[in-house]
């Protein structure tokens, strides 16, 4: 979506505050469903592994080995899509947000630097948006008071200190985030 206009030339001016809006949500269907996908081979991962756990057969559990690491290799690649997503999200926002301002707004030329980013996995989505954001600008490099980073939402927040060890238990990150 959002890298075919930037790969097809990205002339903001063919652009309205309705097209990005439609294109928002198309990509929130999108979203929800590479969702639910990676969800659904977290999942299979996990029995394919409880299987193995469970069994004591060698011939059983090196097939097992070969299907786990097949659909670990099918959450990999699940989790680098719903990360692109993330990103061409951020990055509609940003021309929407921008639209709205009436901001002048000009071609960002080569953008081949914006879809190297929107494909790098350590690449942030609201670095992303930031870039994204100054090229529209006609600007090389992203300016820090033009900052179009959100705040995470506070159940990252909780999820990482869960995963830290910083929390005990889902329990008690849950009561965590209700006190909020």
């Known amino acids: 979506m959002l890298a075919d206009w930037l790969a097809a030339g990205a002339d903001p001016a063919k652009m ?10 198309l990509l929130a269907v999108r979203e ?15 029995t394919i592994f ?15 080995a070969r299907r786990h690491a097949r659909v670990d290799a099918d959450v990999r690649a699940s989790e680098r899509e719903l990360t692109r997503i993330a990103k ?3 990055g509609l926002a940003v021309i929407r947000r921008l ?7 000009s071609a960002p030329g080569d953008c081949t630097p914006l879809l190297t980013l929107l494909d790098d ?8 948006a930031s870039t994204l954001s100054a090229a529209l600008r006609g600007r090389k490099s992203a300016d820090p008071t033009d900052s179009v980073a959100m705040p ?29």
């Open 152 to 180: 995470s939402p506070p159940v990252l927040d909780v999820w990482e200190k869960l995963d830290r060890g910083e929390i005990a238990s889902v329990e008690d990150a849950q009561k965590k985030l209700e006190k909020r």
């Open 121 to 128: 996995a350590s690449a942030s989505e609201d670095e992303f």
């Open 99 to 105: 639209l709205k301002e009436n901001t002048s707004l």
């Open 50 to 64: 409880r299987r193995g756990a469970a069994t004591r057969s060698v011939a059983l559990r090196r097939v097992l």
């Open 32 to 46: 929800e469903q590479a969702a639910s996908r990676l969800e659904k081979l977290i999942e299979e991962r996990d």
């Open 16 to 25: 309205t505050t309705e097209e990005v809006r439609r294109q928002q949500n």
């Open 88 to 90: 061409e999200v951020a």
